[in-house]
């Protein structure tokens, strides 16, 4: 078989603020690659077929010497994000012709991904019937296990409870939302349009408003006292649900996205509340209680995500060239749902 093509997008240069497609990523033609011969070295060859945008690819974007809690990109090599691929060469027994992966993938139409990355090395899945593979980088993957783990976790929720949760209509958001409101608690989210509102009352939120036209204070004040909040987006509205906290709150810090693309910072104003209300913050990663509940997470979630038990919704970007643009998207908000892209079919 002659080479072909093989698409990549590379991390190009470090951003100040929002990435640019074109300027922070850039993707690249120059490479070809014979599907038949390329060697493997007792690897796996692995065509994409979606990769996942998400928040956290802001953080790899830095200088390659800082530690954070993922690698970051390095200049000249492909990004990379968790993904689903089809296998058609390996030399490990842990893989076959054939087989759907999910895990760490490189930006690239095909690739050969280690599948000893701790927690995101590739593993085989076989979807559940009724649900597209490209879910399993949304709600029945690594989105939807930080909503399930950490809720399970750190919530300790109790029916009649009040929880606020920002960011409400994105993959994370929204399962909380819905596993909020099975626990029998009132939801109150905020999300920033008002279409995505909507998306957050139709997966049952009680109250849900866009903050960019309504005050989070006022909202909160009139709704509160919250039990629990789940922390997407950091900031100023952290510091609104501390001021709206009750005693013995539970936060569940899960991110902080309004933080992710300025160095600039907030100003706290009511942080002596952590200690007058006994707050109690949750830091956590998906990775570190993936050990505890990830066996039970593919038990019970992606049938009812299947069955629409559970609801969620994807926004597809179509190409590999446009990966760029789908990472800018999810950083500046205006994705609707779990951003995808589709880099193949089967
Ligand atoms: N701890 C962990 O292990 C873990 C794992 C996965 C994700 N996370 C975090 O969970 C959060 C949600 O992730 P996701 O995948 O569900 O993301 P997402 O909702 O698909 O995308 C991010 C959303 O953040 C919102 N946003 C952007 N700038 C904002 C700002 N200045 N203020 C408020 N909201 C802003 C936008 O929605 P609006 O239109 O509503 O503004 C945007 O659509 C992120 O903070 C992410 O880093 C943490």
Redo the contacts with the bound molecule.
Sequence with gaps: MAPITNGRTLFNEIPTGFPEPGKTTVYDTSKTIDLESVPLNGGVLVKTLVLSA???MRVQMRQADIESYMPPFIVGQPIFSLGVGKVIRSENNGFKPGDYVYGLLDHAEYSMPNPDVPVFGITVFTPEPGLRYSAYVGAAG??GQ?SYYGWKEYANAKPGETVFV??G?????SLVIQLAKQDGLKVITS???DE?VQFCKDVGADVAFN?KTASTLDVLRKEGPLHVYWD??GGT?LDAAIENAANHARFLE?????QYNSKDGVNMKNLDQIYARRIILYG???SDLAPKWQEEFYKVIPKKLASGELKFREDVTQGLENSGQAIRD????T?TG??VIVVAQE
């Excluded at 209509?169 to 958001?173: D, L, M, N």
């Excluded at 999810?330 to 908000?333: E, F, L, R, S, T």
């Design positions: 998400d928040p956290y690594m989105p930080t920002s960011g209509a994105g993959p994370v958001g999300a920033g349009s995505k903050y997407n987006v509205t899960c991110g902080a996205i309004s956590f990663l998906i999810v950083q500046i908000g994705n779990k951003k």
